[in-house]
């Protein structure tokens, strides 16, 4: 009821208490029971009559440089402050003491290094749980005065700073603190137990600073710790056989050349080591520096320049299911007992230079998606993929393989029969040849894309034993200009792509086609089959045609489709058609059946008049040819 009172002069008020500043057309303060909120107002205060006990107050995004009791007017019952994006540069001594309920205080955003010049303690801050100071400008030293007393405080960002060094007593007013972030900050030096006192802590982020290295990492408690973007050339842990609560780990982007020394006695799940100049794994250590990883789930090595990778390196992470080893320069990858990565799930081997793939029999069970894109595989084992139960995502994009045929004997391809669960195959930019007859049989592919194989020659059976799974066809950009395969067959198909071919006819299709999405851009299509439009037409969503040479008056079921049904031509403005054989390309949206009545009107006028043309001229002819002939005569009798 108070709340409801007051909304009036509330709303009154949030419009003119920007102290001197013309009232402009904003929207009034919002009011939610006992929560304000101003963003984005002008304001250089809060608005004047605030409820009484008002628990929420958002002032971001206004013009608040002096925060004094005024400016707040004279409230202190405050849960959560937002005074992120102003322009504070002054805060009155002691303003917080009396907010024993304040637990979120947000000073992102300001102007706080002029603040802390004059060296006074914004506290106590008694309740507070939650503080940001990120991007006021500060540096070293000048967080003291923001956390000198701070009991309950458990948050704290100091993010996009220009702090340089954490020294040993930074945090010491601060000892229940659970998760800092210093992202953001020009950290070169971080004192020997400045972190230690901090028995809660649990979430550590020092990304994007200047660190070069961690020497003695001894933070047991620690659960998260992200070291992301820095200059790391080496990450080693303390030889402590405490057990270490660490579960997600980022070094990614650094300039780390070995495999990080991590704690022995640990449960880390997660490890990110992307992006650094990894050249090798160290698996030879000694047993009293062995480190286990029977707990790490996310492997990421992506982007190093890794040239070998032993299977016994895997021999100590009996639950990984994510290996991401993709650019780097591996030229062979080898897993041939079948108890090593048992749990993969996800395995990344794109972009690097693999000629040599083996996988043992009964290895890598549980492996569901391969990424093996942007290598050099062109001689595999032929059966290489069938011995994968789970596998349903294979992309073999940017590699130079051919397909078996039924003769299993044959050697330099591989097979794609009976992989029993492979759902999405990739195929494209491999140089294929040839798609022999039954290439898929019993693999239940529903997406399957075969684009950039220049020249590629399908056999008419390629895609039999596809018919009840097939969704998504991709064939673009292969240069065939006629398409051999029997699509009509493929009753689940919903979504074909044959753009940028030769095409010069559609394929045929039955009238339980199922087909949503067709691409024929930039083909040589002249004239659309009509019963291939209307086989099309029930169940067609969205057609590509652009950039071909179509005719206009030999389409006009085609005309009559895009003019009146409910199929969407996204690329509609690129669809012309010519009228005749000299005329210019017209939209295909302009044509009318009219403009072809009158081109076929006046096409027959034309021919009328070629026609009475030929005859008067032959007459003519015939005439001249007579009268000749009659005088030839006269002269032949004359005496």
Known sequence: ??????LLPLMVSCSVAASGQPPRHLPPCRVVQMDVFCSDQRLRSSPLNLPHAVQTLDLSYNQVQNLTEETLAYRTSFHHLNLHANK?????????KNMTDLKVLNLSRNHLSLFALSKIQIGPLTAVKSLDLSSNGLYTGMTDYFLSDSPSLETLSLSSNSITKIARNTFSGALSLSKISLHNNVILDIEDGAFESLDCLSELDLSKNSITCITDFNLCNLKVLNLSRNSMEVFQ???STQMFKLSRLDLSQNKMSYFPLLPRNNILEYLDISRNQLQTVNVTGSRERKVVLNHLRYLDMSYNQLRSLPESFFYCMGSLEVLNVSNNCLQAFSIVNRRVL????????????LQSLTFGENALSSLEELFLQGNDLSILDHQVFQGRPSLRHLNLQQNHLEVCSSVHHQRDCVSFRSITNLQI???SENGLRT?????????PLEFLDLSLNPGLDMDVHSLSGLEPSLVHLLLKENNISRLNADL???????HIDLSTNQLTALPLWNKESSIESLNLQNNNLVTLESSSMLALEHSLKTLYMGSNPLSCCSNLGFLHMVQHSTVVVPDIETVTCVLDDFSEPVNIERVTEEMCHQEKIQNYIIAVVLAALVVITTA????KCCRSRKRKLNRSFSI
Do not use: C, E, W
């Not at 009509?488 to 198909?493: D, N, Q």
């Open 1 to 6: 009821m108070v709340s409801i009172r007051l």
């Open 88 to 96: 504070i540069h002054s805060i009155q001594a002691g303003l917080f």
């Open 237 to 239: 842990s303390s030889r």
């Open 342 to 353: 048992q749990t993969v799930k996800t395995m990344d081997l794109s972009y690097n230079s």
């Open 425 to 427: 195959l990739n195929l």
């Open 435 to 443: 798609l022999p007859a039954n290439a898929f049989t019993n693999t």
């Open 488 to 494: 009509s067959l493929l009753r689940s198909l919903k």
């Open 620 to 623: 003519v002819v015939l005439l």
